[in-house]
């Protein structure tokens, strides 16, 4: 009777383990499962160390000042031409149009990583310049911008540059729409 005894237990117990397997009600006590490593973001990767990091950014913010500078030299060799172009065939022509769009563009460039904005001209609408003044104006603020990115380092932002990038703007629109139409 024992032996019959000590099998009647061994198989309550055994079912009872079984059955609290299949319990689907949620023991308030334990914590929910975690996911699994392959369901989580790569926010548990390795990371690069922090120097790496560092390295990079300065490699970046380098290869950034770099292409301005460039920028800056492109737009002053553009003003040369449109210059040389205007003094050649004492009009603006279609070729003058496309380089002071292209002046336009590069001073909106330079602005925009120097942190400035486009502002309204100071200058009153009876005071508008020349074309030849307005085009030695625009050789004189990107000579400018090109000296002082070229003296200075990536950590100096100057508000003449701010001030000769809006002037160039403004020029380059001056000449773009108001000489558009007598040409």
Same mark, same amino acid.
């Given at each position: 009777? !024992?032996?019959?005894?000590?099998?009647?237990?061994? @198989?309550? #117990?055994?079912?009872?383990?079984?059955?609290?397997?299949?319990?689907?009600?949620?023991?308030?006590?334990?914590? %929910? %499962?975690?996911?699994?490593?392959?369901?989580?973001?790569?926010?548990?990767?390795?990371? #690069?160390?922090?120097?790496? +990091? #560092?390295?990079?950014?300065?490699?970046?913010?380098?290869?950034?000042?770099?292409?301005?500078?460039?920028?800056? +030299?492109? #737009?002053?060799?553009? @003003?040369?031409?449109?210059?040389? &172009?205007?003094?050649?065939?004492?009009?603006?022509?279609?070729?003058?149009?496309?380089?002071?769009? !292209?002046?336009?563009?590069?001073?909106? +460039?330079?602005?925009? *990583? =120097?942190?400035?904005?486009?502002?309204?001209?100071?200058?009153?609408? &009876?005071?508008? %310049?020349?074309?030849?003044?307005?085009?030695?104006?625009?050789?004189?603020? @990107?000579?400018?911008?090109?000296? *002082?990115?070229?003296?200075? !380092?990536?950590?100096? =932002?100057?508000?003449?540059?701010?001030?000769?990038?809006?002037?160039?703007? $403004?020029?380059?629109?001056?000449?773009?729409? &108001?000489?558009? $139409?007598? @040409?």
């Amino acid at each position: 009777m !024992t032996k019959m005894l000590l099998v009647l237990l061994t @198989s309550i #117990l055994a079912s009872s383990t079984i059955a609290a397997g299949f319990d689907q009600r949620p023991n308030p006590n334990k914590p %929910p %499962p975690e996911q699994s490593k392959a369901d989580e973001p790569e926010q548990d990767a390795p990371t #690069l160390p922090e120097d790496m +990091r #560092l390295r990079m950014k300065r490699e970046r913010e380098e290869l950034e000042h770099r292409k301005i500078v460039d920028s800056a +030299r492109q #737009l002053f060799d553009t @003003s040369v031409e449109l210059a040389k &172009g205007y003094k050649d065939a004492k009009a603006l022509n279609d070729d003058a149009f496309k380089r002071i769009a !292209t002046v336009e563009k590069l001073a909106r +460039r330079i602005l925009s *990583h =120097v942190g400035g904005e486009v502002v309204e001209p100071k200058e009153r609408a &009876g005071e508008a %310049p020349s074309v030849p003044d307005a085009i030695d104006r625009i050789i004189l603020a @990107s000579e400018n911008i090109k000296k *002082h990115f070229t003296s200075e !380092t990536r950590f100096v =932002v100057s508000a003449a540059m701010i001030t000769d990038s809006n002037q160039i703007i $403004h020029l380059a629109q001056y000449l773009r729409h &108001g000489q558009k $139409h007598t @040409s």
